[in-house]
């Protein structure tokens, strides 16, 4: 998929190379590729890092990576064909069609299970041994209480997907893998794309998985996914392969553009609550701007973003890693980032606040920081910004990702001139300076923050167990 030149000028690349490396030094990413697309058409793409730590060797474009839960847009997107042609519908129950699955599972609706609002037990975990085959889970899940009232709330787990992939092979016929790549991977030319966990080799793969414990980082492989769980995760790709098939599927190649953008309506709880999942893609709307896509793991991320005014004037980020160091890193307020530049206004002022801060804060630049912060809100044109929950946010990101204390504090204490009034900033405080070990100004804020707010029902016994060490 050629790149669609003169529709970025050479200083949006420039803005864009430079958030891709930044990103890379910030976060102690190991190697990343990166593509945009814009109305479908792929205008930018970038990699950098290394595929193999100890080799050094590089990650380059067309570099394969594991994409994790990001294959449940696959799936989707073959669920969406079976409602185009009218073999399934997504209001209908799951017993109407599967009829050799537990009695208690069969009113729920394919829309709850792909929305994670069915309330079905996890089957899935990494850190246990799973059964050898699909029957053997469905049978050690089948007596097991749900986990809510199907429908009155959103839980992300894997057994719904179980039920899809049993779904899909009996209305097509076919193979779940066989079944994915008549749709999508062959007629598309997805010469890249295929099933396979950590337990098979895929040409062209980076086949690690980098995490960072006690400042070293140690490579945990890609997870062996057994073949029954692949409606859920095990897919493999490229940006330039998921570029072609995300263009396709919003064009209405694959599958009908109204079916696909109905498919993006948010879900309602029986409470009323939108659900943070609309037919198994994940969804955000603030009022001004949605966006739809899904996250792989940790290291893995799709959006597609739009003003709300216009939504056919999309930005599309696609993000693959291999691992990093940092735990804390905001992958979708990234993505919002990038897609900025290319439609200027997509991303709210207090969430561009907070990425310049976080750049400084990163070069140990924390006064410089302050400043900028206060210039902010001096600002005429930002000085009535809602900046709390930004400000927040940063401070824990700095308190987990640097391991320190200290900015942190000089943040929440930023932040509590802002908003005196606020339960949770003093919480926050609270809890940093708990960290830092300093008990008496730890109990002075929890005890604010729970004078202000009793609802906070966890402060007392962290008072008391406190007051007791402090009587020893």
Known sequence: MP???GVLTQQQIKLLDDKVDNVLKQYGIVGQSIALLHKGQLI??????LDDIEKKTSVENNTVYSIYSVTKLFVITLVLD??????????????????????????????QLLSHTSGL?????????????????IEQQ????FQFTPGSR???IQ???????????????????SAINNLIVNPLKLKHTSFGGGDVEVINRTNHYYTLEQGKFIDRGIHPFPRYTFASSGLNSNIQDIAIWFNALISGEIIAKETLFDSWQPIHHTNGNVGEYANGWQYKNDGRITTIGHYGGRDVNLRHIFLNEDPNDAVTVIHLTNGRAKPFFNM???????????????????SALKENMAQLMADNKLGLAIEYYHRFKKSSKTHNVDTEKVINDLGYETMFNHSTTTKTIELFKLNILAYPDSANLHDSLAEAYLKDNNDKLAIKHYSKAYEMDATLDYIPAILKRLNNKKSK
């Not at 049993?166 to 779940?176: C, D, N, P, R, S």
């Open 121 to 137: 037990p996890e089957f899935f975990s990494i850190e246990i041994e799973l059964p050898e085959n699909q029957r053997d889970v």
């Open 154 to 156: 959103s839980k992300y």
């Open 332 to 350: 979708l307020e990234f993505s919002i980032s990038l897609a900025n530049v290319v439609l200027p206004g997509l991303q709210d002022k207090a």
């Open 3 to 5: 790149i669609e030149t």
């Open 142 to 145: 089948a007596n097991k209480p």
């Open 44 to 49: 930018y793409r970038k990699s950098n890092g």
């Open 82 to 111: 079976l409602v185009d042609k009218d073999k399934i519908e997504l209001d209908q129950t799951i017993g109407h069609y599967l009829k050799d699955i537990p009695q208690a599972w069969q009113s729920l609706t394919i829309r």
């Open 159 to 177: 057994t719904g997907f179980l039920l899809i992939k049993k779904l899909i092979e009996q209305e097509t016929g076919q193979a779940f893998v």
